[in-house]
Structures are given as C-alpha cells and as structure tokens.
C-alpha cells in the first residue's frame, strides 16, 4: 500500500481564496482524522471520520471550515473564505477503527494564506 | 481535550537520558507515541494499551499509570537520531478508544 496520501503537497493562496486539501487514507482503515499543525498549539485534532461518517467535529476552528468523506477512500478539507491565520500544516491519518492501533499520517499539506 | 505535554522542549548532550510526561484529563483507553523529524510526517514508536504497561523501542521505552492517567516515555544514552518533536497520543474510554488526540510536542535536540 502506498500509505495515506495527501495533496497538494504545498498550497500558496490569496486571503479571501476556497482552499481544498484531499486526502487518501490505506485500504481498509475505517477511521480517518484532520489535524492541523502549528508551532503554538502542537497537533490539533480537526474532525474524526469512522466509516466516513464524521464523528467529531468540535476541533474545526470555525465555520469557515468544512469536511466530508463522500466514500472510504477519499475525504476533503475545504476553507471558505482562507484567512492568513489558517497557514500551517495539515495532516490527514488513517487508522482501523479497532482502539489500539497505531495512526498512519500521510505527507501533509502546507498551506500559506498571503 | 489534548493531553498536556512537558517539558516543552529539552537539549542533550550524546548518550544522556531524557523523560518527556504525558498527562490526559480523561480516562485512558491508549497512548500512542510518535516522532517528527523537521519537515516530516509523524512516525509511530510505540502504543501502550494497559495501565502500568512498559514497551520498548531500541533504547526508547514507555510506560503508562492508567490510575493517574499519565504516560512516560524514556530516552535512554541518547543518539544524535533522536532529535525531532515528540507526540503523545491519547484515546479515552468515552469514545472506545477511537478518538486520537495529540499534545503539543516535545521538541528534543540531542548535541554531540
């Protein structure tokens, strides 16, 4: 398997810009997890899937942030309208959703609001 | 709620130990522990499952007091390879264990 897969790698968009980070979790992990990552608060838990159905959402900073997971093998993290405060990196992990097992973090997104 | 992490930030010299705490307000289900590299994504060292678990990984071990809800992890005669941010990860029982949240690192310098 090639891992959990994200793209884009890098994203430079202008403040006020739709910005959407995919994601592809491994083959047959049932839970899938957003997390953005900033030098002030660490890794934060955005929103966890289980079977592609989001479970909680309380970490998504505000409604200009939005989620889904159409089908097991592809979910998406949309900012509408980007502020500069949202640069940081996001990181999408997959995991089965049996408790116990490790997180499988894919490469993560950059993402720099100007 | 994030499990709370200390020390922030440590400097080693080569072949000295170190301890990075791991608190959760909630009861635990699991703790996970991860490191990150600059520019990379976390990678999985270990998972303890059971209060007063210890595991261990080359000369990193970990060990979990289920009752006080706290986790350690040990670096023992310290390898210029261990530097990068340290991870814990916490599932709770409220949620079967499914939920993983993270603190907000340890960043470890190990200096020749």
């Known amino acids: 398997d090639a891992g959990v897969i994200q793209s884009p790698r890098h994203e430079v968009t202008e403040m006020g810009q739709e910005v959407t980070l995919r994601c592809k979790p491994i083959?047959?992990?049932?839970?899938l997890f957003w997390y953005r990552q900033t030098m002030m608060r660490g890794l934060e838990l955005l929103i966890y899937?289980?079977?592609?159905?989001?479970?909680?959402d309380s970490g998504m900073p505000e409604d200009r942030f939005s989620a889904k997971m159409p089908n097991a093998s592809f979910s998406t993290l949309k900012i509408q309208p980007s502020e500069p405060r949202d640069s940081a990196v996001y990181f999408c992990?997959?995991?089965?959703?049996?408790?116990?097992?490790?997180?499988?973090f894919g490469q993560g997104t950059r993402l720099t609001v100007v | 709620q994030q499990p709370v992490q200390s020390p922030q930030a440590v400097i080693l010299r080569e072949g000295e130990d170190a301890v990075i705490n791991c608190s959760s307000s909630?009861?635990?289900?699991?703790v996970h522990w991860y490191r990150q590299k600059h520019g990379e994504a976390p990678v999985f060292l270990m998972i303890?499952?059971?209060?007063?678990e210890q595991k261990g990984h080359e000369k990193i071990s970990a060990s979990c007091n289920e009752k006080k809800q706290q986790s350690s992890l040990y670096l023992t005669a310290s390898q210029l390879s261990y530097s990068g941010t340290y991870f814990c990860?916490?599932?709770?029982?409220?949620?079967?264990?499914?939920?993983?949240?993270f603190g907000g690192g340890t960043r470890l310098m190990v200096k020749p």
């Open positions: 909630k009861a635990l289900y699991s």
């Open positions: 083959s047959g992990h049932n839970s």
């Open positions: 990860g916490t599932a709770n029982r409220d949620n079967a264990g499914n939920m993983l949240t």
């Open positions: 899937f289980n079977n592609n159905v989001p479970i909680d």
């Open positions: 303890l499952l059971k209060g007063g």
């Open positions: 992990a997959s995991r089965p959703s049996v408790g116990g097992t490790e997180a499988f």
